[in-house]
């Protein structure tokens, strides 16, 4: 069985900080675009940070850029999203993805092959 599991999600104040993690199991992730995306209440979802299979391009959204910093290790067939400076509107539920190839926007939702099943990050103010 094919899975993408999320870790590392929680209660955090504004200014502070988190490494969300996502192992994948029943495949090898290692040739795929990898990303992370978020969904908050009301809203619709959207990709936050993508990676490249080779580490070598990356994408952020504009909102994230200088916070949050996307790294992959393919030997253990894990993503990282590191978020730093923690503001009250990244509340959401963040989501680890996988597709097949880069998008014309990085990563959007019609390009994700595999989703985790999410893990939420609530910021306190």
């Known amino acids: 069985q094919v899975q993408l599991v999320e870790s590392g999600g929680g209660l955090v104040q504004a200014g502070g900080s988190l490494r969300l993690s996502c192992a994948g199991s029943?495949?090898?992730?290692?040739?795929?675009?990898m990303g992370w995306f978020r969904q908050a209440p009301g809203k619709e979802r959207e990709c936050v940070a993508a990676i490249s299979w080779s580490g070598q391009r990356t994408y952020y959204t504009d909102s994230v850029k200088g916070r949050f910093t996307i790294s992959r290790d393919n030997a253990k067939n894990t993503v990282y999203l590191q978020i730093n400076s923690l503001k009250a509107e990244d509340t959401a539920v963040y989501y680890c993805?996988?597709?097949?190839?880069?998008?014309?926007?990085?990563?959007?939702?019609?390009?994700?092959?595999?989703w985790g099943q999410g893990t939420q990050v609530t910021v306190s103010s």
């Open positions: 029943g495949r090898t992730f290692s040739r795929d675009v």
């Open positions: 993805a996988s597709a097949f190839s880069w998008g014309a926007q990085a990563m959007g939702i019609t390009d994700v092959n595999y």
